[in-house]
T-cell receptor
Framework: LAKTTQPISMDSYEGQEVNITCSHNNIATNDYITWYQQFPSQGPRFIIQGYKTKVTNEVASLFIPADRKSSTLSLPRVSLSDTAVYYCLVVPFSGGYNKLIFGAGTRLAVHP | NAGVTQTPKFQVLKTGQSMTLQCAQDMNHEYMSWYRQDPGMGLRLIHYSVGAGITDQGEVPNGYNVSRSTTEDFPLRLLSAAPSQTSVYFC??????????????FGPGTRLTVL
């Protein structure tokens, strides 16, 4: 599975838009890009998944350029409750259940 | 639905003791797994199961055993606890293994300290 690289930490303020970029240079044709969010003292939870172009849900948007070697998670108008660790993962279309890599993630701190 | 439940929430063991961490899910998921998370780090896969009666090792299996006798339950056994096993343990389940079906549903975690 493709390895991902993302910033270790980011800081933002309430009401701002936050963009977290993830690099996955070796992504395969059948791989999806998936993001999880982890609050302190909780397990991670799925927030969004995409294959190409743009995906939007009630929580976030995911932008994937044509070459798919990177992706950007966009959180609109963050609040203090968005303070969490965000993980970028590459998930194959089939198989690879035992090869999900939750790296160190990006620790987002939202300030008043 | 309760989702994925784990017991206990906290546990303190002495070196050499054994114990079982419980995990159950009520979503009829075939795939279940155990992860450990050390401070400031990501999650590492310990063991996983692709269905009742089928288990396999993950990245860090040493010192742990698992079994899967039912779809709902996936207990993790520490055979002889060591301080290096101090960590937070998460159980997860998913409907399938590819694409969106791979979405992992995590339990609340068990915080284990080994003295």
């Amino acid at each position: 599975l493709a390895k991902t690289t993302q910033p270790i930490s980011m800081d933002s303020y309430e009401g701002q838009e936050v963009n977290i970029t993830c690099s996955h240079n070796n992504i395969a044709t059948n791989d999806y890009i998936t993001w999880y969010q982890q609050f302190p003292s909780q397990g991670p939870r799925f927030i969004i998944q995409g294959y190409k172009t743009k995906v939007t849900n009630e929580v976030a948007s995911l932008f994937i350029p044509a070459d798919r070697k990177s992706s950007t998670l966009s959180l609109p108008r963050v609040s203090l409750s968005d303070t969490a660790v965000y993980y970028c993962l590459v998930v194959p279309f089939s198989g690879g259940y035992n090869k999900l890599i939750f790296g160190a993630g990006t620790r987002l701190a939202v300030h008043p | 639905n309760a989702g994925v439940t784990q017991t206990p929430k906290f546990q303190v063991l002495k070196t050499g003791q054994s114990m079982t961490l419980q995990c159950a899910q009520d979503m009829n998921h075939e795939y279940m797994s155990w992860y450990r998370q050390d401070p400031g780090m990501g999650l590492r896969l310990i063991h996983y199961s692709v269905g009742a009666g089928i288990t396999d090792q993950g990245e860090v299996p040493n010192g742990y055993n698992v079994s899967r006798s039912t779809t709902e339950d996936f207990p993790l056994r520490l055979l002889s606890a060591a301080p290096s096993q101090t960590s937070v343990y998460f159980c997860a389940s998913s409907y399938g293994e590819g694409g969106r079906s791979n979405e992992q549903f995590f339990g609340p975690g068990t915080r284990l300290t080994v003295l």
